[in-house]
């Protein structure tokens, strides 16, 4: 494992590490809380498929008592090098996750996870119940996209952004490595604003770095792997999930429909359903003070 430091004025100091796992080495971010090191449940930060850890950036401007863990999972961000997609699958992403935690010493943690990331999550607290001491799934793609990305012509209608996307992320894969440097020059060009823009309920109001941020951080591969992943995924586990659940849409989400967050209930035993008004699939993004204070809310049912 290797260490160093980072500077970042919007969240103070963060520990910068290169983490071994199974999928390949994992960049991490750790930000150490205000609170003594016995007192800590890590946050644990997962970003979606078509991010990194630089989408939670809304979320981090305040101290935290806990230390936050950003996590740029195998096959995005800077955790690309060496990234071994062709054995990627749900469980093998979780365990990369836990192999991170457990060599920076956390046994317990709060995950927080966007798109992708929030169904990674429930996948966690499944496996690892005793350890996952909560989950907010932000725009968690589950139900819906997993059909749709089972029987993409059926789904058109319903979930065209993401069988838009699929096809797209599939094409540019199969370029090999012209294909990311393809998304990137797209993602530089004031053509990436209509591309992303049914992902925000107000796109104008999106700075305009945020939006080449996305281009850049586009892994057509990554994103490929991620949707076969799903597809085929077995969702009653997640009936043997213990903690107290935040699940978010925002009320234009083109991932996330209201039918999700219905099936999420009926199947997870603690779950708080909230739709968040004025938003799309980004509320980290267009939303972070009420994402902020639903996570406060759902964190304090977890201390003691």
């Known amino acids: 494992m290797s260490v160093r430091q980072e500077s970042a004025t919007w969240a103070g100091t963060l520990r910068l590490h290169v983490i071994a796992t199974e999928l390949g080495p994992c960049t991490v971010r750790v930000q150490k809380g205000t609170g003594s090191p016995e007192s800590g449940t890590a946050e644990v930060y997962l970003h979606g498929a078509a991010g990194s850890w630089t989408s939670f950036r809304p979320l981090l401007s305040a101290a935290s008592p806990h230390d936050r863990v950003l996590i740029d999972l195998p096959g995005w961000g800077e955790s690309t090098k060496g990234a071994r997609l062709e054995h990627f699958g749900s469980e093998a992403m979780a365990r990369a996750v836990t192999e ?3 060599v920076l010493g956390y046994a317990r943690w709060n995950l927080v996870g966007h798109s992708m990331g929030g169904f990674l999550a429930l996948h966690i607290a499944a ?3 005793d350890r996952t001491a909560s989950v907010a799934a932000i725009s968690a793609t589950t139900f819906g996209v997993a059909e749709a990305a089972r029987e993409p012509l059926r789904s058109l ?3 065209p952004a993401f069988v838009g996307m699929r096809l797209l992320m599939r094409s540019l894969a199969a370029l090999g490595p012209a294909g990311p440097a393809l998304a990137h020059a797209v993602g530089a ?6 591309l992303m823009a049914p992902f925000f309920a107000d796109p104008a109001g999106i700075p305009a770095t945020v939006i080449r941020g996305l281009g850049h951080d586009a892994r057509p591969a990554s ?4 949707a076969r992943a799903v597809a085929h995924y077995d969702f009653d586990q997640w009936r043997g999930i213990r903690c107290p659940v ?6 234009t989400d083109v991932f996330t429909s209201p ?10 035993p603690n779950v708080r359903a909230v739709t ?3 938003c799309g699939h980004f509320a980290n993004v267009e939303q972070p003070e009420h994402v902020q204070q639903l996570l406060e809310d759902l964190w304090s049912m977890t201390r003691s």
Do not use: E, K, Q
């Open 100 to 102: 991170v935690l457990n």
């Open 127 to 129: 496996a690892w119940p």
């Open 157 to 159: 209608s319903r979930f």
């Open 189 to 194: 060009t004031p053509l990436m604003g209509p």
């Open 223 to 226: 994103f490929s792997a991620a």
């Open 246 to 251: 935040l699940a978010t849409r925002g009320d």
């Open 259 to 268: 039918s999700d967050l219905d099936r999420l209930a009926a199947t997870v």
């Open 276 to 278: 968040i008004p004025r």
